[in-house]
Structures are given as C-alpha cells and as structure tokens.
C-alpha cells in the first residue's frame, strides 16, 4: 500500500472554486480562470509515495508546490480529487478525523522553523505528544530521544531564541521524529539555511531516512537539493506536475523543455554516482590463475592493466602489463603485483565529484564496489572526464557543428 | 428660501428610550449601581488600610519586582509627594476606581477580542461600536449613566469602563491576528485543535500585544476617573473639579500632579508586563536567572 496517494488534486482558490475544475478540465488555462478571479494552485495532481521512500516536489515559487503538500495533511482542502493516507481518505473527512491523521501519521516541518518562542526546545520537541494528550515524563523521554537523533542532547532547556537558525530547525525535525509518525511533510526545510548548514542538514536527513525509515515529502525551489535527497522527484510547474522520475532520469529524459531548461544548471557530479558510469571490463582475471592466462586477457583487451578477482568477486588488485610481461619472461607460476600501482576502490553510491582525488593520484582504473564489496565495474580516468564533459549522458557521439545545443 | 430638511429626533429618540430603561429595569441599574459601588468602597478602604509609609513601600517594591530599582526609588519619591501633598485618600479613591474600571474592561475586552480575531464578521460588526465608545465625547456618557445609577462611583466607573474598553479589544484582536501564521498552522499540523491552539500558541504570543492594550485600558481608565469627579465620584477628579469652581490654583495643581504620578506609576508598570524579559535588572528577572541556574546546574 502506498503511504500517500494522490489522484487528480486540484486547489483553486476563490469564490465557487468547484467551477474551475471543470473550466480546467475543458481546456482553459490558468489565466482564463485569473480572469475569473479564482487562482488554480494544483491542478490534476497524481502522485504515489511508497513507505519509506524520501519523495521531492521541486518547483519555483508559485508553482503550487507549497499547496499541494498543506493537502497532504489537510491544512488545505482539496477543491478536487481524492487523497489517501495508508489507504485512509483524507480528502471530504471531518475535522475530528483529520485531526487523528495529522496526530498519528503525518507530522511537518516547516521554512521558518515555527516553534513556540515561549517554550523550551524540549517543550517544544514534545508538542506533538501533548496534543496526543500524552503524559509528562513519557513526553519529556521521547523528546529528549528525538533531540538526540537530531544531535541536540542536552539542549532541552534553552529557549528557541537562544538557537542558531540550523540548529532551531533540528528543534524542528525534533518535534516531527517525537510525533512518531511515519510521514514527515517537510516545506522547504532547509531553504532558510546557510548553505553549509542546509549540507549538513541534508546529510542528517539521509541518514536519519535510513535508520528510521520514515517516509518523507519534501518540498524545495533548489533543484541540487531535489536531487542530493529524492528517490524520486516531482517537477511541478504553474500547478502541474510535469514529470516524475529519478534524479537520473530527469537528468537523461526530460520530459518536456522545461524540464530540460531546469536541469541544465545542475551539477551533474553531484548527481550521478559512480556505478551510474562505471563500465565492465572486456575481461577480468580469477585470483587462482596465473600469468600467462594474465597475459592472453591483456593482449586480447588492449589494455594495460587487468582487474583480478577473488571466488567472491571481492577485488584482489590490478594487474600492470610491463609486470605481467616480466612475469612470463621469468616463468613465474605466482600472479605479479604491481609495486608502483594500488588498486583504488570506491563505494557504488559515491557521488562523482568525490572521485576525481582518488583518480588523479592513481594510474590505475577505480574500480566500484557495492555494499557488500563485491565488484561492479572500473571508471578508468577517461570515463569520468567524459561523464563529467557531456552535456547528456546519452546524448550521441560528437554532434556536428551548429546542430543540437 | 433656505432649504430645509426635516429634524429627525434621534436625541428625543435616545431619551425616551433611556426613560423607558429606566421605568422597566431600574430594579437591575439599581442593584448594578449598589454593586459597583460596593467594589469601590470595599478596594478604596483596603488601599487606605494601609498607613501611608507600608503602602508606599510596598507601591515602591511591586516597581521593583517587575521593572527595576530605579522605578522603586521614582515611586518611593513620587508617591512621598502625593502624601505630602495630602492627597493620599483622593489618589488611593482614583486607584481604586481605575483599577476595578480595568478588571471590568479587561474581562469584557479579551473575550470580544479573541472572538474577533477569529470571525471576521464579529470584526466587522465590532469595529463601528469601538470607534462609538472611543470618539463619543466622554461627557456625553456622563449624562445617562446618572439618569441610571444616579450619583456617586457608579456612574463614573460605567462611564470609565465604556470609555476604556475598546483599546482592550482592539489590541487582543491585533495580537492574536498578528501571531505568525506558520506557528498556528504548526499547531493545527500536529493536529491541535482550535481550543489548543488558542491557548497554547495564539494566546501566549499575543501577550505582549494585549498587554500593551491593558496598558492603554489603564491609561484610558485613569483620564476617564478625573472626569468622573464631575459626577460625584470620590477622588483626585473630584479634587480638580472642585478647584476649578473654586479657582484655586494650588489644589489644582496638586491634585494634577498627582493624577500625572499616578499615570506614570501604572503605565510603566503595567508596561513591563508586556515585556517581562526586557526588564533585566528587576526582581522577577533575577529570580527567573537563579532558577535557569539551578536547573542547569542540576
């Protein structure tokens, strides 16, 4: 069951709203309606959102994003459509029922933080429980929980003033974790930060998604940030949702120019990962062989170096075309490492840009790793240059002068 | 030919419905009349319980509890001067006037504002009656209210409460509006509803707002009891009545000066209730910082 599902939301604002879904419907715009006086925030949203999954709306401001995620929790109503929490309708319940909703399975986190300043940051992280009308000591325990996992223990007794901007929207976060429930909405969380401080804060949020599994909406105008969090992304424009996809398939295959206009800008070594672009060898080597079999794969692949497994596939090195040579001419039976060279290995989900250091001080290819350390391909120093220099990642071979751009 | 329009008696109309009140509820001004007049007196003979020398202390203490020492010391020697100027008995009969005056007015005032902030129809209804209460000369109040409770306090403080009354409601309105929307959609995120979130958010961030608006009831209160002494009600309003028929100067001045000390003794006081953590070096401050410190230390 999906966590959230949205079909065909609309939101417009004004008066007899009801009468600008069916102008939408029949094919007028966004300014036809204006000209009515009704504002259409969303229009025909649909959306999944899977347990577990960090799901981001990324569009300008204006472009209704904002609204759609106050539908999720029901702080607007939805002018049309239907919206279901784990199954559960939310849109056309009773206020009692939404009130339910919002205390057991969605909680929010919002731009300017919106704590309570007279209240201390461990009252504050347990707001949520005291709506729920919990005790004060269960409520004091599992604040001061939800403090910790944001990397606030001990702050429990400061007021929110006495905060920094990061560190009030950890206060935040706190107070959505304490709530435990499984949904976090997140409205540009991060937006009012400092860039160093939303990077960090971004990091915690991905770590925090790892270990606790949460499902999370999130919501921002930065596309870098869409893309450092997302499984998947939501590109909402004038109150559409243009496309959904991952950050690489938005990267590769922008559904419409706008999208691709959008994406130009984004730092593409951010974004894509080392497995992304790591290519399989023509060949590789087992452990147990030995190096006249080391010289026949080099031979045949062109290449100077080879890649020796273990039975596991785990790495065992590389293999340099003047050792192997040497290796044979002595009759060696004993696979020749290299001296000179070490095998650089990096984890499948590093982002690019993290790889250039370990490239520029080896010779040798760095061969990619998934979690459990088996192999999954090289990036010889070549591959990564070109990763980083194409404008499409499936864009063809050089284009002629003067065509495409 | 000069134009005319016809006359509509809409004073003749006003009187004749005061008569008609006064003929078919006297029973309930009556009773209205002795109950606020019980108030009063009961207030003014607590405050002249006191001897002079405590009162003023205590007066000079409650200026340091909540603002600073150098307020104790500006009332130790302003409140001197009252009873020096002996009019001690006429300011404790104001005090008590203006303060019953403003615990009326304040538990009218904050309900009607929070109804306001949160109907925008009451708001609107609400506004043209204010401006009314605000803008009516204060005189003209005076005339009914002693056709109803006849002379003496009673009339004085319902002409006071009438006069003071609308910054009170003006300014809880202000403040629990003004209360920054994404706190309040916070709370209704959590899933609060419209009672918790009222007292828990909108309330408290709207204290030094309403505070503020307290502060002008008092204020208000205060210009509005002098001119209660016109209908008989006991204290420094009466005092500078007096004066004026009689031309004398000096208890003019006297019982001005005392009114003016009185306004500035409420209006700072009342006025660092609406900004307690400004006041750092008052007694309240001091003791909170001892109390953070041995929480911290525990």
Redesign the interface.
């Known amino acids: 069951m999906s966590a959230i599902q949205a079909n065909g939301l609309y939101k417009i604002f004004g008066r007899r709203a009801t009468r600008g879904v069916a102008m939408l419907e029949a094919g007028a715009s966004r300014d036809d309606l204006r000209k009515d006086g009704l504002t259409a925030a969303v229009i025909d949203a649909s959306f999944e959102v899977d347990p577990g999954e960090i799901f981001v709306v990324m569009g300008l401001s204006g472009s209704g994003k904002s609204t759609l995620i106050?539908m999720v929790?029901g702080?607007w109503e939805s002018t049309a459509g239907e919206l279901e929490i784990y199954g559960e309708k939310l849109t056309k319940s009773s206020d009692a029922t939404?009130?339910?909703?919002?205390?057991?399975k969605?909680?929010?986190v919002?731009?300017?933080f919106?704590?309570?300043?007279?209240r201390t940051v461990g009252e504050n992280a347990a707001?949520?429980l005291?709506?729920?009308g919990l005790n004060r000591t269960e409520r004091e325990a599992r604040a001061n929980e939800a403090l910790a996992m944001v990397g606030l223990e001990g702050w429990g007794?400061m007021l929110p003033g006495e905060l920094s901007g990061g560190m009030r929207q950890r206060v935040g976060l706190a107070?959505a974790l304490a709530?435990g429930t499984d949904i976090l909405?997140m409205d540009e969380a991060f937006s009012a930060l400092d860039p160093l401080i939303k990077r960090d804060m971004q990091d915690q949020l991905v770590d925090l998604q790892r270990r606790l599994e949460k499902t999370i909406l999130f919501i921002t105008h930065d596309l870098n940030e869409a893309m450092r969090l997302g499984d998947r992304i939501a590109m909402m424009r004038d109150g559409r949702i243009e496309q959904i996809g991952t950050a690489e398939e938005i990267l590769n295959n922008p559904a419409n120019d706008y999208v691709a206009q959008f994406t130009q800008d984004v730092d593409r070594t951010r974004v894509l990962t080392a497995a992304q672009i790591a290519e399989q060898p023509a060949s590789v080597l087992g452990a147990e062989q030995g190096p006249r079999a080391a010289h026949r794969l080099l031979r045949e692949s062109h290449n100077s170096w080879l890649v020796v497994l273990h039975h596991d596939r785990t790495p065992a090195g590389v293999l340099w075309e003047d050792d192997v040579a040497q290796a044979v001419r002595d009759g060696s039976n004993a696979l020749p490492w290299s001296d000179t060279h070490e095998m650089p290995v990096v984890a499948h989900d590093t982002p690019i840009a993290d790889l250039f250091t370990q490239a520029a001080q080896h010779l040798s290819p760095l061969i990619v790793v998934d979690d459990a350390g088996r192999f999954q391909g090289v990036i010889p120093r070549v591959t990564l240059l070109t990763a980083v220099g194409r404008p499409r990642a499936d864009a063809p071979a050089p284009a002629p002068a003067g065509a495409g751009g | 030919m000069n134009p005319t329009i016809p006359h509509i008696p809409i004073g003749d109309v006003v009187d004749a419905g005061i008569g008609w009140l006064r003929a078919n509820a006297g029973a309930f001004f009556d009773g209205l009349s002795a109950l606020l007049a019980i108030l009063t007196d009961a207030l003014t003979d607590l405050l002249l319980a006191v001897p002079e020398p405590v009162a003023i202390v205590l007066f000079a203490l409650l200026g340091w509890l909540l603002r600073s020492w150098k307020m104790a010391l500006a009332t130790l020697v302003t409140f001197l001067l009252i009873w020096s100027m002996n009019q001690w008995t006429t300011s404790m009969q104001t005090l008590a006037l203006v303060l019953i005056a403003t615990v009326i007015a304040v538990v009218l005032a904050i309900p009607l504002g929070i109804w306001a902030a949160r109907n925008d129809a009451v708001s609107a209804a609400l506004k043209p009656i204010l401006d009314f209460m605000q803008t009516m000369p204060a005189f003209v109040y005076l005339i009914p209210a002693i056709l109803f409770f006849g002379i003496g306090a009673a009339p004085g403080l319902i002409a006071t409460l009438i006069f003071a009354l609308p910054p009170g409601v003006r300014m809880t309105e202000l403040g629990i509006r003004g209360v920054d929307h994404e706190t309040v959609e916070a709370g209704h995120a959590f899933g609060a509803s419209d009672g918790q979130i009222l007292r828990g958010i909108q309330l408290p961030l709207a204290v030094p707002t309403i505070m503020a608006g307290v502060n002008q009831v008092i204020m208000l209160a205060l210009s509005m009891a002098v001119i209660a002494g016109m209908v008989g009600a006991d204290g420094l309003g009466k005092e500078v009545v007096s004066a004026i028929s009689t031309l004398n100067t000096a208890k003019g001045v006297e019982a001005g000066l005392s009114v003016v000390f009185l306004a500035i003794y409420l209006d700072r006081l009342t006025g660092s209730l609406a900004r307690p953590g400004d006041q750092r070096t008052s007694l309240l401050a001091w003791l909170r910082s001892r109390r953070q410190a041995a929480a911290r230390a525990s």
């Not at chain 1, 939404?98 to 057991?104: F, K, N, S, T």
């Not at chain 1, 919106?114 to 007279?118: D, F, G, M, Q």
């Open positions: 106050r929790n702080l939404l009130r339910r909703i919002r205390r057991e969605v909680s929010m919002f731009q300017h919106a704590l309570l300043p007279h707001y949520g005291e709506i729920k007794g107070r709530a909405l």
